[in-house]
């Protein structure tokens, strides 16, 4: 069982920069792959990115590609999200998740934070 709690979220203006964290309970933390996703009102759940269990391969959605970069540091059981040029339609509950088969299977979300992006 992996426990995942989300941080980091609140209000910034247009063009500001965030950096949200995913704090993960238990040992095997540096064998998951991990996912970022976000949930604006009204929409479907939309997928972020995603790092590797070594945090050497990483990949984005377009949405966010140049302006978002996922990392890890297994040390600390910690995943990143640091944002940047935000634009407001990047406002949502941002989520992180843990695949630990790595074959895309997210088993694990965090309970969200809230990002707010004003214009």
């Known amino acids: 069982q992996v426990q995942l709690v989300e941080s980091g979220g609140r209000l910034v203006q247009a063009g500001g920069s965030l950096r949200l964290s995913c704090a993960a309970s238990?040992?095997?933390?540096?064998?998951?792959?991990m996912g970022w996703f976000r949930q604006a009102p009204g929409k479907e759940r939309e997928f972020v990115g995603r790092?590797?269990?070594?945090?050497?391969?990483?990949y984005y959605a377009d949405s966010v590609k140049g302006r978002f970069t996922i990392s890890r540091d297994n040390a600390k059981n910690t995943m990143y999200l640091q944002m940047n040029s935000l634009k407001p339609e990047d406002t949502a509950v941002y989520y992180c998740?843990?695949?630990?088969?790595?074959?895309?299977?997210?088993?694990?979300w965090g309970q969200g934070t809230q990002v707010t992006v004003s214009s």
């Open positions: 238990g040992q095997t933390f540096r064998w998951y792959a």
């Open positions: 998740a843990a695949d630990p088969k790595n074959r895309g299977d997210y088993d694990y």
């Open positions: 790092i590797s269990g070594s945090g050497g391969s990483t």
